[in-house]
């Protein structure tokens, strides 16, 4: 999903372009490059090098909604294109979770305008995928999606309540 180390034809992007103002925007178009690509071959051969600077890299820093929701984003429009196409496979069920992830940790930040309206779209999108079935998102997921739509909240003070006494790996902020 990434555009760094791989090389390209320089024609697969004539009629492509990158989202503007997005984080995450190779995500947004490699699938495509890959559909209109007439071959793919892997290579275990560097043929080139780079280096990133600590703190230069969209990836690296604390957690931003922001950056997660383009990411959501590019995975949501990747979804439609394969289904649009008629490609098949498990797309949907992973932008579902990956949208409840996102929500997840939204909630976690200090509310703002900008962090509800993120989470607003995120539900309006995650509506989308009513045709899951719990079987296929999972019991823990399938709960947190049930909650989110139907006590959205109440699933947040639970949500941050339990986070706030059972921190994990993630280091969010919470009030």
Same mark, same amino acid.
């Given at each position: ?5 791989k090389l390209f034809k320089r024609k697969l992007f004539d009629r492509l372009s990158f989202p503007v103002g997005r984080v995450y925007e190779d995500v947004a ?20 090098h780079y280096m990133i600077h600590k703190n230069e890299s969209i990836t690296r820093g604390g957690y931003d909604p922001v950056k997660e929701y383009h990411y ?9 294109? &394969?289904?649009?196409?008629? !490609? $098949?496979?498990?797309? @949907? ?7 409840? =992830? ?29 045709? &899951?079935?719990?079987?296929? !998102? $999972?019991?823990?997921? @399938? ?7 139907? =006590? ?24």
């Open positions: 999903n990434y555009l760094w180390a178009v490699l699938y495509k490059v890959f559909y209109s690509s007439q071959k793919v071959v892997l290579s275990c051969v560097s043929k080139y959501f984003l590019s995975l949501y429009e990747q979804d439609k294109f &394969i289904q649009n196409a008629e !490609l $098949g496979g498990e797309s @949907s069920v992973g932008v579902l979770k990956r949208g409840i =992830h996102l929500i997840n940790h939204t909630l976690l930040c200090p509310p703002s305008p900008a962090f509800e309206d993120i989470i607003d779209e995120t539900m309006l999108k995650m509506r989308e995928y009513r045709h &899951i079935t719990p079987w296929q !998102l $999972g019991p823990s997921m @399938s709960i947190k999606r049930y909650f989110m739509c139907k =006590h959205f909240g109440f699933y947040r003070m639970l949500y941050r309540g339990y986070r706030a006494i059972f921190k994990r790996k993630h280091k969010l902020l919470i009030d």
